[in-house]
């Protein structure tokens, strides 16, 4: 993607969001998939990781990729730390999957939640969006994610199962070589607020 087609998404992204929620078209979750388990055991081509700034590696899901994935993940997220310092909150990079299924791991840092005032909410969709394009611009097809910032960064559940089924609702609405997105589930929580989104919407 160049600049210009790039720019041109979030122009569209914006009219999106400032029209709100969106009934999600069935050729849309035709695409999505909700599952309950361990993401490091899924093959798809690309998982997500929530990780955070230092890229260092963490507990959580963060901890359980790094685990099952092995030495080479933290490696390349060294060199991406020496390259630029990290990755801020709302941002993604790409590191191999290690010895995973998966071919590579996407790092996003999730917003930690502090009430809802510090741009929690924009942030969090930020996540998933820059996740997204990150895997297109690697030619992944099949993706999955778990519900970042809802562990040890305490994001609200329910508002944060809406803003992930909604984020990646609106951008497989463009023309994208995504052909799943898998929700990993960790928690009945989590599990059941997304089957019950997904169901309503
Ligand atoms: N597979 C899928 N989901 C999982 C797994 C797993 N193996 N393990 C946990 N979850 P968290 P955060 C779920 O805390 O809130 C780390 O230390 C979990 O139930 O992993 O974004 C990082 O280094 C929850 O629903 O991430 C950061 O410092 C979701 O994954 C910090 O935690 C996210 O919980 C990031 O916090």
Redesign the pocket.
Same mark, same amino acid.
Do not use: L, R
């Given at each position: 993607l160049n600049n210009k087609s790039l720019r041109s998404i979030r122009g569209k992204d914006k009219i999106r969001r400032e029209k709100g929620n969106i009934m999600i078209k069935s050729s849309i979750k035709d695409r999505i998939k909700v599952v309950k388990g361990?993401?490091?055991k899924l093959e798809v081509d690309a998982i997500v990781n929530?990780? @955070?700034s230092s890229l260092l590696?963490?507990?959580?899901?963060?901890?359980?990729i790094h685990k099952a994935g092995g030495k080479e993940i933290l490696d390349e997220c060294i060199k991406i730390r020496n390259k630029q310092g990290g990755c801020s909150t709302g941002e993604a990079v790409v590191t191999t999957a290690g010895k995973l299924k998966a071919k590579y791991v996407i790092h996003t840092v999730?917003p930690v939640w502090s009430g809802g005032q510090k741009n929690e909410k924009e942030l969090l969709e930020k996540c998933y969006y820059n996740s997204l394009r990150l895997a297109v611009e690697n030619k992944v097809e099949r993706i999955s994610f778990? @519900?970042?910032?809802?562990?040890?960064?305490r994001f609200p559940k329910d508002l944060a199962t809406e803003i992930a089924i909604n984020e990646v609702s609106k951008f497989l609405q463009d023309d994208t070589i995504i052909t799943e997105v898998v929700f990993?589930c960790?928690?009945d929580e989590?599990y059941r607020g997304y089957l019950e989104y997904i169901g309503k919407n």
């Open positions: 361990d993401i490091t929530a990780a @955070n590696g963490g507990g959580g899901v963060d901890g359980a999730g778990p @519900n970042i910032s809802t562990g040890i960064y990993v960790f928690d989590n």
